[in-house]
């Protein structure tokens, strides 16, 4: 049977399921699969990782003006993709079937000395459901992307499935939803100020096949390149 976990801002460092968890990551660590997390308002600094064998977990916030998850600079492992290029990974999924919804997921103000990303959604994190969040990047300075490859607002590699829907996306990635992957659906998102795509589906590799996945009716906007790009067969794109 699952159960409800509330994560607090500004409670304990640890905590048991009748316990607000002052950190999302320990009520994470806490959960089993199938639980629910519900996030109180307030601000949360944390970088946050869903390891393998939380199936189907929830983690739902507030709202996006309400629930905030404020990057803390990356860079523990496993928070590295690919490997040798630090990474500053906000929210970093690697079970199946889990929902993050109701968050503002954030990269704040900053030169960038890190890939950013705001969600990334791994190859065994399949089912994927992201729902009414917004990602922000609000980075500053001449030097925008200082690794390669580039920045991501949200980032889909082989996890089939993933539904990316009603979300805001903002700030300059140099791509806004990235998806190298097949059978996932992209609707009802705003997506605004990529530095190159707002919704890009690239076959990156071998692996990384990219069709059957659905693009519409998102409102694409001030990208630098293009506000749409297909890189893939029998994807099916409208307004």
Do not use: W
Request: glycine share 10%; proline share 6%.
């Amino acid at each position: 049977m699952s159960r409800a976990i509330l994560a607090l801002a500004g409670g304990g460092t640890e905590c048991i399921s009748e316990l607000p968890c002052g950190s999302l990551q320990t009520a994470i660590d806490l959960a089993i699969p199938g639980d629910r997390i519900f996030v109180t308002t307030g601000i949360y600094v944390e970088n946050i990782t869903i390891p393998a064998g939380k199936d189907g977990l929830e983690i739902i916030g507030e709202g996006a003006k309400k629930t905030q998850l404020i990057s803390d600079g990356g860079d523990s492992p496993p928070k590295y993709a690919p490997a040798g290029v630090p990474a500053d990974i906000i929210v970093d999924i690697f079970s199946p079937s889990v929902t993050i919804k109701g968050l503002t997921i954030r990269h704040p103000e900053g030169v960038p000395t890190k890939r950013d990303i705001g969600v990334f959604v791994r190859p065994s994190a399949l089912n994927a459901a992201i729902v009414e969040n917004s990602i922000e990047r609000l980075r500053t300075g001449t030097v925008l992307e200082p690794t390669s490859p580039g920045s991501r607002g949200l980032l889909v590699v082989q996890a089939t499935g993933a539904e990316i829907n009603k979300n805001r996306l903002s700030g300059n990635y140099q791509d806004q939803v990235h998806l190298p992957t097949s059978a996932s659906a992209v609707v009802n998102n705003k997506i605004t100020g990529a530095t190159r795509f707002g919704i890009v589906i690239i076959q990156e590799n071998a692996d990384s096949l990219s069709r059957d996945n659905l693009i519409t009716n998102n409102s694409v906007t001030d990208s630098g390149r293009d506000g749409i790009q297909i890189r893939g067969d029998a994807n099916t794109a409208s307004s």
